[in-house]
């Protein structure tokens, strides 16, 4: 697969592609190559302005619900056509390897796209309860601002809902990985949206994100991110009483229970550690033992560890490619170097690059952390896993919840009922339970600073409405 320079020189405002006011590029860079592979506008705050105010002259508050499912359904067949483009997007942009690309880097995206067209065909927009007739109306201009972990992901969990409830939309990027979302962006031109509806700015978050939290005429503000990011947007946001919904980082435990199947649990924990290469905020990234099975698991968790291959992310051998960037790559170092001082044993995997050219990492392991340490309880968004003993379920539901996240998580135990029991203790958006599959219809979100409000399916679209009552007098 080979993936041409990719150069957009303008953004996507009022329905059409416009010089920015803005001047010069982002570069994008392959990490697996270090190579520059394409730019992205560097846009400013009056290019925001004008965005938004485009957003606003489209914001139609008494839009039909027929016009919003013609609209919503344009833009997912629209999408869909381009996914395989997309895939290989993602791969150049931040190095996702071609089975993630092409599966959960664009296949959830549509998943959850077609969950939002259902939950519309049976949304009740109006409830009478006692003498009250309840109305749910469009929020308004959303301002979306999306990561480049899951790049399409992140942007369809966000437009997808603000045009199914009637919103319009100015959505900032990341510049890791715009490329996949300005090609997104041009489907929803091909779907031929009215101007407006939806629009592009790139460019640096302390200038463009900034910009949309703060905006006056921004009636609402989706964000994911880092935590530190998320509260400076909820700073901003707060200063216009907009609303914001954040959905920031993670340090999700993964408890296993005695009588669990330790082999399994330990399987499917390390696959979801090291997808995406770590780079996930929903991420296992502590495992959680009892004492008495801990040599076990640690065993199992080795042979686990040898079958993730990491490579260029074109093989389709390749589990695990390059880190995003170089920044994302010297940070996720700079854990797992603090960890080794700390003295956590190292399992398997370090900080040394494993290639000359390219952010590559070998998939790492550390027993004996200490929950309390960093490694135990900041976020590294890297293929690092701690693996922690404990002592019994109190033991363990205390270390599951010391930390100041709470995003998502599993419980694995001899029944659903015992894995449920635990669960409930957990302070966390979201767990599996025994290997449950992914919902994309279910709520996801989090607890503590693991942010606010919840996305996806009917919870996820509800964020995008207002709520109006009307008092009416009772017929004699």
């Not at 201009?141 to 045009?163: D, E, F, H, R, S």
């Not at 009637?166 to 715009?178: D, H, Q, R, Y």
């Not at 003295?343 to 070998?362: K, N, Q, W």
Request: charged share 20%; glycine share 12%; aromatic share 8%.
């Amino acid at each position: 697969m080979t993936v041409p320079n990719f150069e957009h020189d303008t953004l996507f405002i009022d329905g059409q592609w416009v010089t920015p006011s803005g001047s010069g590029v982002i570069d994008v860079v392959d990490p697996a190559t270090e190579a520059v592979i394409g730019h992205v506008p560097n846009g400013d705050v009056a290019d925001v302005d004008t965005a938004v105010a485009s957003a606003r002259r489209a914001f139609d508050p008494l839009i039909t619900v027929a016009e919003r499912k013609d609209r919503l359904h344009r833009v997912i067949d629209a999408m869909e056509k381009r996914l395989p483009d997309i895939a290989d997007l993602i791969t150049a942009e931040m190095g996702a390897p071609v089975r993630i690309a092409q599966t959960v880097q664009t296949q959830v995206p549509l998943a959850v796209a077609r969950g939002f067209a259902k939950v519309l065909d049976t949304f009740e927009f109006e409830e009478r309860i006692g003498n009250s007739l309840i109305l749910r109306e469009p929020y308004g201009v959303v301002g979306a601002i999306t990561p480049w972990n899951y790049p399409l992901y992140q942007v369809v969990a966000k437009v997808l809902p603000a045009i199914a409830a009637g919103c319009t939309v100015v959505l900032k990027p990341s510049n890791e990985a715009p490329l996949s979302v300005f090609a997104f962006v041009e489907a929803c031109e091909e779907a031929g949206l009215p101007p407006g509806t939806i629009n592009v700015v790139s460019g640096p978050g302390r200038v463009i994100g900034e910009r949309l939290a703060s905006h006056s005429d921004v009636d609402f503000v989706s964000f994911t991110g880092s935590t530190g990011v998320g509260a400076r947007v909820g700073e901003l946001a707060g200063q216009s009483i907009k609303k914001v919904a954040l959905e920031l980082g993670g340090k999700s435990a993964n408890v296993i229970l005695e009588g669990a199947d330790l082999a399994t649990a330990v399987k499917v924990g390390v696959g979801n550690a090291f997808l995406n290469g770590g780079q996930t905020c929903m991420a296992w990234t502590r495992m959680l033992v009892p004492q008495k099975l801990y040599g076990e698991a640690l065993d199992l968790i080795e042979g686990a560890v040898a079958r993730y291959t990491v490579g260029d992310p074109r093989d389709p051998a390749t589990r695990i490619g390059p880190s995003a960037s170089r920044s994302q790559f010297d940070t996720v170092r700079g854990f797992i170097e603090r960890a080794q001082r700390d003295g956590a044993r190292l399992l398997a995997g370090g900080a040394e690059p494993i290639r000359d050219v390219g952010f590559f990492l070998a998939p790492t392991v550390f027993a004996d952390v200490d929950p309390d340490s960093e490694l135990g309880q900041e976020e590294v968004f890297g293929p690092v896993l701690a693996v922690i003993p404990y002592s019994g379920s109190e033991d363990a539901l205390r270390i599951a919840n010391g930390t100041s996240y709470g995003l998502s998580g599993a419980v694995w135990g001899a029944t659903d009922d015992d894995a449920i029991a635990f669960a409930r203790g957990v302070q966390t958006g979201q767990l599996d339970i025994n290997g449950g599959a992914y919902n994309p219809a279910a709520p996801f979100g989090g607890y503590k600073k693991s942010g606010i409000g919840r996305e996806l399916g009917r919870f996820g679209f509800e964020e995008y409405l207002q709520t109006k009552s009307l008092q009416l007098k009772e017929r004699s």
